[in-house]
């Protein structure tokens, strides 16, 4: 392969974008206690990713060790293909590391809230959300049954119907 494509190989690894991050993960919830939440379910699933990955880069270079030290030309052809999943597979942790770098970043300049805190916060965030879907689904020809039972489950539907009944009808 060229140097200059595999150059760009490891320019475009990032998973997902700040822009991405911020607008369609972290973004997609409603309140910044749940923002924050998102920020550490996503921080913890990745740092725990990336370890494990490295534990597992460990293990593969030990096995291309003993593969190649056996001399067999099968066992040698082993280890190439095991040298070429790991090379790949550090290609793509460049990526990991660099989303994990901007997800602490993002963590670093937000809020952040004590579990009481995050408690304290449900009944807003499940307002906020289920409305804002509601308010989507309308906006597309009409609001499923489900979600209509979302908000009468949190008794957001009633105070909703009544600001919309047309003042005759009151």
Known sequence: MREDIQLSFIECQLPRTRY???RFVIGAHDTPEMQF????RELEALYY??????LQNKKTEIEITKLRDTGDEIDNIEAEIKELSLERTRLVAIGARRELDILTEIYDTIQHFTRA???A???TYWQARL???????????GAGWAHLEALDQIDALAPAIEAN??????
Do not use: F, H, W
């Not at 009944?165 to 009151?170: Q, T």
């Open 165 to 170: 009944r047309p003042k005759e009808l009151i």
């Open 121 to 123: 916060s449900q009944a």
């Open 20 to 22: 991405q991050l911020e």
């Open 131 to 141: 409305m804002r879907q509601t308010n989507y689904q309308i906006m597309a020809g």
């Open 37 to 40: 939440v998102q920020v550490c």
């Open 117 to 119: 805190q995050i408690d």
């Open 49 to 54: 990713t990336i370890k494990e990955v490295g």
